[in-house]
């Protein structure tokens, strides 16, 4: 069974930067695409990022592209999320997930999603 679990979560000022991780225990093919959903109050999850495992390949919401980048650290099974010039707009909760295809994120799916972590808070402030 897939276990993620997210850090790097916290308040910034618009502008700034964090990076976000996600450490994957319990490898298997479901984590064959691991990115970043979020959440903010009152709104529905939404697809942020994602980056395909044995490629590198990487997948991006047209709202953060060119400003927010994902990586990964293999060894670690770990993926980042590293956040720049932060809007209020992306303040929300982060939530990492895993699954065996991109659909999920391209389909804004989030009923498809394999396996999620249990989210880290971002919250930018002017």
């Known amino acids: 069974q897939v276990q993620l679990v997210e850090s790097g979560g916290g308040s910034v000022q618009t502008g700034g930067s964090l990076r976000l991780s996600c450490a994957a225990s319990?490898?298997?093919?479901?984590?064959?695409?691991m990115g970043w959903f979020r959440q903010a109050p009152n709104t529905k999850r939404e697809a942020v990022a994602s980056?395909?495992?044995?490629?590198?390949?990487?997948w991006y919401a047209a709202s953060v592209k060119g400003r927010f980048t994902i990586s990964q650290d293999n060894a670690k099974n770990t993926v980042y999320l590293q956040m720049d010039s932060l809007k209020l707009s992306d303040t929300a909760m982060y939530y990492c997930?895993?699954?065996?295809?991109?659909?999920?994120?391209?389909?804004?799916?989030?009923?498809?999603?394999?396996?999620w972590g249990q989210g880290t808070l971002v919250t930018v402030s002017s």
């Open positions: 997930a895993a699954d065996r295809t991109l659909a999920p994120w391209v389909g804004n799916n989030v009923e498809a999603v394999d396996a």
């Open positions: 319990g490898v298997t093919s479901s984590t064959a695409y």
């Open positions: 980056i395909y495992r044995l490629s590198g390949f990487t």
